[in-house]
């Protein structure tokens, strides 16, 4: 079946680098991704998405790239600061016909090391 | 502020005892959707609603009911639930049904343990 997937469940970087975090998914119609971020205890926050129909986003200190011929997304973060320590989602956000489904990975967990 | 919110945030309780997770936002959002969040599979959807009176079912709807008499919410109830229910659920709502380019914001979690 479709599956959306991470490829690394850990990620430990030092404060002051970069991160980059990717994930491969399956389903070559799906046409909208989107990155979550989860800290302990809360619901997943909206960090940046990306439409098929682009390569390359900016937010602030974030970055989604799109890589459509080899199905694999990658989100980086520049200079990882604590509080970007996460788990971090990629979703697949897919009109379903009657509204909006998101399929969700299972999640990389970064740690920012001091 | 806007917002998800969800009670309780944590509940203990034993197999079989119906229970009620409710869910409300205040954004005037037509879609609501509910997920369980388990160790190594990520979030699955349980159940949806695109508007009031209508719902759907997600990836595990098995073992739980939801309604939509209202748009601000969306209760899940599990009518005799089970230990294999254990698990984080999240409540999530988005603008609009029918157009897929949209951010869902989710609620703060609800920790069930079913004993």
């Known amino acids: 079946g479709e599956s959306v997937g991470l490829h690394l469940p850990t990620l430990s970087v030092q404060e002051g680098d970069n991160s980059i975090i990717n994930c491969a998914y399956s389903n070559s119609a799906s046409d909208y991704f989107i990155w ?4 302990s205890g809360k619901g997943p926050q909206f960090i940046i998405d990306i439409r098929s129909n682009m390569d390359k986003r900016q937010g602030q200190r974030v970055t989604v790239l799109l890589n459509k011929t080899v199905k694999h997304l990658s989100l980086q973060i520049a200079a990882t600061q604590p ?17 909006n489904k998101l399929t969700f990975g299972t999640g990389t967990q970064l740690k920012v090391e001091l | ?20 997770v409710t869910c409300s936002q205040n954004m005037n959002h037509e879609y609501m959707s509910w997920y369980r969040q388990d160790p190594g599979l990520g979030l699955r959807q349980i159940y949806y609603s695109m508007n009031v009176e209508v719902t759907d ?13 209202e748009k601000r919410n969306f209760p899940l109830i599990l009518e005799s639930p089970s230990p294999n229910q254990t698990s984080l659920y999240f409540c999530a709502s988005s603008p609009r049904q029918g157009v897929s380019y949209n951010e869902q914001f989710f609620g703060p979690g609800t920790r069930l343990t079913v004993l």
């Open chain 1, 36 to 39: 979550y971020k989860q800290e």
């Open chain 1, 83 to 99: 509080g970007d320590s996460a788990v971090y989602f990629c979703a697949e956000n897919g009109f379903t016909g009657g509204g």
């Open chain 2, 1 to 20: 502020e806007a917002q998800v919110t969800q009670n309780p945030r944590y509940l203990i309780t034993v197999t079989g005892k119906k229970l009620t």
């Open chain 2, 57 to 69: 079912k997600g990836d595990v709807p098995e073992g739980y009911k939801v309604s939509r008499k």
